[in-house]
Every structure is written in C-alpha cells, then in structure tokens.
C-alpha cells in the first residue's frame, strides 16, 4: 500500500491523520519539523505538510522537494485562505490544500485522489464499491458488476476526483474526447445505467450523486 509522510508539529494532529490513514490501509510516516521530514520525502508516495514547520515552512520544504526532482504529490495543511497565499504554494510546487480546521475524512479522501492522479493506486474502495484499475474490475458488496469499456472510464474518472462537480460537457470531453460528434444527453444515459448497476437511486445516492445545473459528483464517502 502506499506510504504517507505526515509533516506537523501539533501531536494531536499526527494521531488523528495517522489513525484515519493507517484505517485506509496506508504506511505512515510522520516528522515534527521541516529538516527532519528532508530524508523522508523520498521514501513516501504522498505527503501531507503542515505550512508553519519549525526550522523550515512547509512552503519551502515543497520548493526544496522540487528543486531536488522529487515528484510525489504534495497537500498543504493551512490557516491560510487567501488566494495570494495558496498561489505562493502552488508556485513552489504544491499539488493541493486543506485549510484548517478541517474534517480528516477529507485529507484522506483527498490523500486518495492525488495517489490515484498519481498513478499510485492500483486499486481503491469507496463504501462497499471497490475498484481495479488494472484489471478494469468493480466490484459491489464483494460481487462483480459488469461494465462496459465507457462505463467504467465514466465511472472512474468521477471516483478519481470524488468531491469534485463534473458538467456534462467536461465529462463528455474527457471520456468520449474531444472530437465526439454525440450531444451530452449520452452522459445522462450512461450516468442511469451506471446508477442502476451499482443499485445507486438518483434519490438517495451512495455514489453518483445529481449537481443541479451543473452534473454530477461522485460521493467521497460511500455511506
């Protein structure tokens, strides 16, 4: 399973970080300051990194990250929610945040979604779905739900960015292609097929759920 590194000075927030992603199935690894997370980088697939570190910031440590051709995704722990603020981050090679104070089904489910964009995960669960990517395999409750080739690209690509409100045209561009000649009522017919093999209703969705006036969003929890 892939391997977290989490940098921040605040204990209770390593126990709680750790104790939810150690639940996801993941090797965690954990330093208090900026120096002592330097040798760690290397050896993690992700990193969660607090932006106020004693001896270095969290900020600085992604840039030195970078400079030296480290290429794992980065999540920042913050206090700050200002736009110039998160602009300074991801100029120094910042994949994502999570502003303080925040929910850690959140930092995991967002854990879960660079590792996946990454390329890391071979395989993820949502709920009782699960999903190989490397064996294009779903399975529900532990039975295997047949999809077709589109289905199952529709399918995870919403899951690889759960959370995330998805348009029809995005989606239709993303898993059709650009040069689809279809009109975006095929996304809506694929989304109810979908619903329906996963036993997922459009009322009470555990997965696929509708964005009014925009698409749809696939459920980061599953519940």
Known sequence: MPTVLIVDDDPAILEILRTYLNAEGHTVLEARTGPDARDLLARADVAILDWMLPGLSGVQLARDARRAGLTLPLLMLTGRGEEEDKLRGLDGGVDDYVVKPFSPREVTAR???????????????????HVDLRAREVRLAGARVELSKLEFDLL????????????????????????????????????????????????TPRFIETVRGVGYRFREDGD
């Open 156 to 203: 995870t690509t919403m899951a690889q960015h759960a959370g995330m409100a998805w348009s029809r045209e995005r989606l239709l561009e993303r898993v059709w292609g650009s040069d689809f000649p279809g009109t975006e009522r095929v996304v809506d017919v694929h989304i109810t097929s979908l619903r329906r093999k996963l036993r997922d209703p459009p009322d």
């Open 111 to 129: 854990v879960r979604a660079l590792l996946r964009r990454a390329g890391v995960q071979a395989a993820f669960s949502v709920g009782e779905l």
